[in-house]
């Protein structure tokens, strides 16, 4: 890839084309966005220091951004090509900047240009991890935290007492995204079949699937276990903040 391919793409355009492909899955993912932010705000004020956790493209941050002028967001993640495309995305923009690390690494924090955070915000990307190397990272955020700082993780939780409740929202959900294929709204397959043709992004999209392989090998754990396990992390308060039929934000307040 040369210098002047990458400057000659169009950022926004794949910024926008993740979001569509997410909001396939994720019809209110809006609505968790403004919740998130809402608690920030509530929580650490107009102005905070903002850990972007597994941020991907940066769709937290560019809300935050765009909501806080004077908030300043720190994005880590492992993805290459998610990667590629927030530092495209986000070129010239003083108040971010982005980290390469692992998660599961133990030691991933180091990697971070602050030691501590007002708030650390997460979104359909935890349920990457096992139970106990997620309890860990809990530790690990607890820590990363100011006092009276707020961590946000929205995520899949779903509630297994009321399975008839989620069959009929699961019918619901495939016809909706039926229809939006039709109306050429990609999938998660078809955008990364996108992103690996295209010149800028195929080395990074192959490189990231030698990372994480197709799907995620964690499990999708309920809001109460989530907040049990932010309190033992260390966390003085902790509990479910928003949730759909499948989806949960929980909060963790240090």
């Known amino acids: 890839m040369s210098d002047s391919t990458a400057a000659a793409t169009d950022w926004q355009a794949w910024q926008d084309s993740w979001d569509r492909q997410q909001e396939w899955y994720l019809p209110d993912r809006e609505e968790r966005f403004r919740v998130m932010l809402d608690m920030v705000e509530a929580l650490a004020g ?8 597994a941020c991907g493209t940066g769709s937290i941050s560019d809300r935050l951004l765009r909501r806080f002028p004077g908030a300043r967001s720190t994005g880590v993640d492992l993805d290459p090509a998610l990667l590629t495309i927030a530092r495209g995305h986000f070129a010239g923009e003083r108040r971010i900047e982005f980290v390469t690390a692992d998660l599961r690494d133990p030691h991933w924090q180091r990697a971070l240009p602050y030691d501590t955070y007002d708030a650390v915000l997460t979104a359909t990307a935890l349920h990457w991890l096992k139970p106990g190397p997620l ?53 998660w397959e078809q955008w990364w079949a996108t992103a690996k043709a295209d010149p800028v992004l195929a080395g990074p999209t192959e490189e990231r699937f030698v990372i994480y392989g197709s799907h995620a090998d964690g499990d999708e754990l309920p809001p109460a276990w989530h907040a049990a396990a932010l309190r033992e992390a260390g966390f003085g308060e902790a509990r479910e903040v928003w949730r759909s039929v499948s989806d949960a934000i929980v909060l963790g307040l240090k």
């Not at 107009?46 to 956790?53: A, H, N």
């Not at 530790?139 to 100011?146: C, R």
């Not at 297994?160 to 016809?175: G, I």
């Open 46 to 53: 107009p102005e905070p220091r903002v850990l972007d956790l």
């Open 135 to 187: 309890k860990a990272l809990y530790g690990t955020l607890a820590g990363l935290l100011s006092d009276g700082g707020v961590f946000l993780n929205a995520d899949h939780m779903p509630d297994a007492s009321t399975p008839r409740l989620n069959a009929a929202v699961r019918e619901l959900d495939r016809a909706r995204r039926e229809r939006q294929r039709a109306a050429g709204v990609p999938d």
